[in-house]
């Protein structure tokens, strides 16, 4: 089975290292994915929403990693609005164990899933 191409939508500002233990544990010998992009540290004018639209249209999952202040990183709420928009299948991870994690704005309503290799493995395959 082919591994499943994963755009990492994350608090650049806030939790970078979130984003680096994603892609230690995507090298795992039995990881179901790839990390082939990730949010970007760029103003949020001209055609940043597009060149972000593209790396999310040619990821097959989005895995939004939350933290305690995701709710106002507005390059992440503009990111799930992209991966909604383009029907991108996605879901939310609680980057942080035992601190409140926040949702982006969009997706207030949505499940945040806890952080385990199994869930994360399963996620990955549609399992939410």
């Not at 090298?27 to 929403?49: C, M, N, R």
């Not at 390059?75 to 909604?84: H, M, P, R, T």
């Amino acid at each position: 089975m082919a591994k499943a191409r994963l755009f990492v939508s994350f608090d650049y500002d806030n939790d970078e290292t979130l984003k680096t233990f994603l892609i230690g544990q995507s090298k795992h010998d039995d990881t179901p994915f790839d990390v082939t992009d990730a949010s970007v540290k760029e103003h949020l004018t001209g055609d940043w929403e597009e060149k972000v639209k593209g790396r999310i249209n040619r990821a097959d999952v989005v895995c939004v990693l939350c933290g305690m202040r995701t709710h106002t990183a507005k390059g992440v709420s503009i990111e799930l609005a992209i991966a909604k928009k383009l029907g991108k299948p996605y879901f939310l991870l609680k980057g942080y164990r035992d601190v409140d994690c926040t949702r982006p704005k969009g997706g207030e309503n949505d499940k945040m899933y806890t952080w385990t290799w199994e869930n994360l493995k399963t996620l990955i395959h549609g399992g939410r």
